[in-house]
């Protein structure tokens, strides 16, 4: 493939690459373009969310999602922030309902 994955797309190797002015187009060489033009661009991500995601993405180069909406329904990312603060929450739930539910079974 001539589209490596990673953003860079070198045209398959041709007769003459550029293109010279007033001379004829090799029809092999230019479909070869084309077919690799259509496979890069199938294996793009496209911006507007008209795709879904077809593998996993590597997030292991400190690169972050940025801008990130809070959360209002059922599916969607969790900010950090939001995590840490449902943390909280039921952290301070659970000390607040422990030692009720230690006085209804009589250990208090």
Known sequence: MTWNGAGTF???VGPEYPAVANDLIRAEYYNAVIDAL???FS???PRDGQAPL???IDGNNLF???NLPAAI??????RYQEFVQLQNTVTGLG???EPFV???AGIL
């Open 95 to 97: 000390n607040a309902i």
């Open 43 to 45: 294996n793009t991500v």
């Open 102 to 104: 230690y006085f209804q």
């Open 64 to 66: 972050t999602m940025t």
């Open 38 to 40: 259509c496979a890069a």
């Open 54 to 56: 077809t593998g996993n």
């Open 10 to 12: 070198n045209p398959p």
């Open 73 to 78: 329904a059922n599916g969607q990312p969790v």
